[in-house]
């Protein structure tokens, strides 16, 4: 009888946080999540920061530690403006993908707010960084602290060896090229031994004959193996330089011939950075999704034992319904579909359809409708899908009705829009295809690889765009990108476009 009474003393009572009272909510959303839900989550770090600090997180794109920029500045102030004249919130948490996983609290958040935000991220997100297979085959989440160190330190070195201005022109071109800057589906061949142990001699402050920061890389290394191959062939040159090639940042940091080794670095590690990040831009539903279950799993079931009260209970749902809410195509503030909606209302249509099938759901989703096992089925898709592939396999006719989706085909030959797809049979399947390619990066962001570069006659790069859907580039945006470009190879740049050829 103790215990149960004890059991429902609420874990604060009153808008203000302690550091105690954060710690003893910690343990009770931690009980929740690892033996409730069955969660695997990092070491958690959580800190608490000013208005200030957060918006410095937001110019450095979340980042613990970055490198010196103007256009860091330049968001800071545009961010800072926009905040100080209330035309621009702050968001309650920033969370970092890293061993341990560190969790930035605003101080400004009531304790209730704590509760839900440390539920979200500490153990939402975290969850989700740790098992989802995008980031477990592309990030390092125990070495992005000292990653990150590494090029604090090298960029700020160059920049008292080489001059402010002559880094910054490096960095301005590799932050035009950032998003082409990837691999998107292949992993880049390993370095050999002599690279490796260059990089590591640079990454410790080895100090050469010619300077501290040089490196041998590729772009040193391999041009031996171009002069020897004066007649190589075309096909053979591209099989030599590894093309077509769809990172331009890292066919520029081994191959330009202008680049200084310091130069190519500062290349690999903005490259290395918006790898780092890519996984991001592809599970944006399923990670907002995941935290925003995880947390209203979490907060329901702290009301159920008694361990938060009702006034509490009340604040947390205000936030929650905030984040999920969906405008209306009318709406002013309708800006697209909101990934936290979709993502959360997916998550809970897949624990409806376990917990109790219609005869729709068991005719759409036979593998999973009706297994007891709901925590098993997300913890599943969190790890094993990203966006499209997701919305493909698990938006079902319910939520589709829910959300009133249906297809539009914009045909430029026909003079009006035309709805191509309803709630029927086939359109379901048609609108969850579509829905899904809209989350495709393939289909989102430009196709642009390096097809051809002979540096042993003109030394003109060729660039290759594959058109999709009719829709090119826009000119002033692509002039300013090749301008960057041609800075970093130093010789003629070309860029052709060819149309895509149809799949269906």
Not at 140 to 167: M, P, Q, W
Not at 389 to 400: D, E, G, K, W, Y
């Given at each position: ?146 990653y990150l160190a590494f090029a604090k330190n090298y960029i700020t070195a160059c920049e008292e060896r080489y001059g402010l201005s ?339």
């Amino acid at each position: 009888m103790q215990a149960a009474e004890k059991a429902r003393v609420p874990l604060f009572d009153g808008p203000e946080w302690t550091f105690e009272l954060m710690e003893r909510a910690r343990d009770a959303i931690e009980r929740i999540a690892l033996e409730d839900l069955g969660l695997d989550v990092y070491p958690n770090q959580i800190e608490i920061i000013s208005a200030e600090q957060m918006l410095d997180a937001y110019s450095c794109v979340g980042l613990p530690l970055m490198y010196q920029h103007w256009s860091f500045g330049k968001h800071f102030a545009r961010d800072e403006a926009l905040y100080r004249t209330g035309r621009q919130g702050l968001a309650y948490e920033i969370v970092i993908n890293s061993n341990p996983c560190i969790s930035y609290n605003m101080e400004e958040n009531t304790m209730a707010m704590q509760t839900l935000v440390m539920a979200h991220a500490a153990f939402g997100h975290n969850h989700f960084f740790k098992n989802n297979y995008l980031f477990q085959q592309w990030t390092d989440a125990s070495g992005i602290h000292d990653y990150l160190a590494f090029a604090k330190n090298y960029i700020t070195a160059c920049e008292e060896r080489y001059g402010l201005s002559a880094v910054e022109e490096v960095l301005d071109a590799a932050h035009a090229l950032q998003s082409q800057g990837v691999f998107r589906y292949g992993r880049p061949p390993k370095p050999t031994s002599e690279e490796l142990v260059a990089m590591q001699k640079v990454r410790e402050g080895y100090e050469s004959s010619q300077s501290v920061l040089d490196i041998w890389t590729d772009s040193t290394l391999g041009r031996d193996k171009l002069e020897e191959a004066e007649d190589a062939s075309f096909s053979a040159r591209r099989k030599q330089m590894n093309l077509p090639q769809e990172n331009l940042l890292y066919f520029l940091e081994k191959h330009s011939p202008v680049l200084e080794p310091w130069q190519c670095e500062i290349l690999r590690i903005v490259r290395m950075l918006a790898q780092y990040l890519y996984p991001q831009k592809q599970t944006k539903v399923m990670n907002e999704g995941c935290a925003t279950f995880v947390h209203y799993y979490i907060i329901n079931k702290l009301y159920e034992q008694g361990q938060i009260t009702e006034g509490a209970y009340m604040e947390m749902l205000h936030s929650h319904t905030n984040v999920v809410m969906q405008p209306e195509y009318d709406d002013p503030r309708y800006s697209g579909i909101n990934p936290y909606a979709l993502g959360f209302a997916m998550m809970q249509d897949i624990r409806r359809i376990c917990q109790d099938p219609t005869d729709e759901d068991r005719e759409w989703f036979p593998d999973f409708a009706g297994n007891p096992d709901w925590r098993g089925v997300l913890r599943d898709a969190w790890a094993n899908y990203r966006d499209e592939s997701f919305i493909q396999q698990f938006l079902s006719p319910n939520l589709i009705r829910k959300f009133k989706l249906f297809t539009l085909t914009n045909d430029a030959d026909l003079p009006n829009l035309v709805v191509s797809q309803i709630h029927n049979r086939a359109g379901y399947k048609a609108i969850r295809r579509d829905l899904a390619k809209q989350y495709d990066l393939a289909y989102l962001e430009p196709d642009i690889q390096v097809t051809d570069a002979d540096l042993r006659g003109d030394r003109e790069l060729k660039l290759t765009h594959t058109v999709r859907d009719g829709i090119h580039l826009d000119e002033e945006d692509q002039e300013e990108v090749l301008k960057h470009l041609r800075r970093l190879w130093g010789y003629g740049v070309r860029l052709d476009a060819v149309e895509a050829s149809t799949e269906d």
